[in-house]
């Protein structure tokens, strides 16, 4: 439809040409939204709010061939009238400003209105806004399922099979371990080495007494 047509390149030219804040492309699309549709725009503020039949333009749908300029005098007629806005102008001011710079860039450049939005590949309208965080939070979701599938250890097997070659390697590597119901053989003591001065004094025994200088054992009964 054209109203769709004309809110999306209204939001496109928001976001591209006028290039103003995320927080106030959704202030001014939630009142200009209301003027396309034809719902008009009621001042709801509980304490300044106007009445309840006063609302703008309602009835009238408000397109690119629409003459904003007088749009903006009845606006500011309505709050002369039912109270002024104490919303810093983003009731009916800024709105309508930003709709009227919209009709100037589109008389400027007549084939915007015609050519592809850019909307799908950069910001998308609120509803197309939620599908696509829907399915990006259920690609995240899927990314931290494969990783945490990664990081699983594997199993350690536990069959009498793989305990025993176990074993086997540990007794062929490791001599000296004991092996299941066998004794290992503790290696040979080193041989204790004689005091060579000692060794010396001996000899000198020999050569003069012609005996062994070595003490002889006495035999035990």
């Given at each position: 439809?054209?109203?769709?047509n004309?809110?999306?390149?209204?939001?496109?030219?928001?976001?591209?040409?006028?290039?103003?804040?995320?927080?106030?492309?959704?202030?001014?699309?939630?009142?200009?939204?209301?003027?396309v549709?034809?719902?008009?725009?009621?001042?709801?503020?509980?304490?300044?709010?106007?009445?309840?039949?006063?609302?703008?333009?309602?009835?009238?749908?408000?397109t690119?061939?629409?003459?904003?300029?007088?749009?903006?005098?009845?606006?500011?007629?309505?709050?002369?009238?039912?109270?002024?806005?104490?919303?810093?102008?983003?009731?009916?001011?800024?709105?309508?400003?930003?709709?009227l710079?919209?009709?100037?860039?589109?008389?400027?450049?007549?084939?915007?209105?015609?050519?592809?939005?850019?909307?799908?590949?950069?910001?998308?309208?609120?509803d197309?806004?939620?599908?696509?965080?829907g399915?990006?939070?259920?690609?995240?979701?899927?990314?931290?399922?494969?990783?945490?599938?990664?990081?699983?250890?594997?199993?350690?097997?536990?069959?009498?099979?793989?305990?025993?070659?176990?074993?086997?390697?540990?007794?062929?590597?490791?001599?000296?371990?004991?092996?299941?119901?066998?004794?290992?053989?503790?290696?040979?003591?080193?041989?204790?080495?004689?005091?060579?001065?000692?060794?010396?004094?001996?000899?000198?025994?020999?050569?003069?007494?012609?005996?062994?200088?070595?003490?002889?054992?006495r035999?035990?009964?």
């Open positions: 439809e054209v109203d769709d004309f809110l999306y390149k209204f939001k496109e030219f928001l976001v591209f040409h006028n290039k103003i804040s995320d927080q106030n492309v959704r202030n001014v699309m939630r009142q200009v939204g209301k003027l549709r034809g719902e008009g725009i009621r001042y709801e503020s509980p304490t300044y709010g106007w009445p309840e039949d006063c609302i703008f333009m309602k009835g009238v749908k408000v690119p061939m629409s003459d904003i300029v007088q749009l903006m005098q009845d606006g500011q007629d309505c709050e002369d009238k039912w109270g002024r806005d104490h919303g810093n102008g983003w009731l009916l001011s800024h709105p309508l400003k930003k709709l710079l919209f009709q100037q860039f589109v008389l400027n450049n007549p084939d915007f209105l015609s050519a592809k939005c850019k909307l799908a590949d950069y910001y998308a309208l609120d197309d806004l939620d599908l696509n965080m399915s990006s939070q259920e690609e995240e979701k899927k990314e931290e399922e494969v990783e945490d599938n990664t990081n699983v250890k594997p199993e350690q097997t536990t069959s009498n099979e793989n305990i025993k070659k176990e074993e086997e390697e540990d007794t062929n590597t490791t001599p000296h371990k004991r092996r299941r119901g066998v004794k290992a053989k503790s290696p040979p003591a080193p041989k204790r080495k004689r005091n060579s001065t000692r060794i010396k004094k001996e000899k000198d025994i020999e050569k003069s007494t012609g005996r062994s200088g070595r003490p002889k054992r035999k035990l009964l």
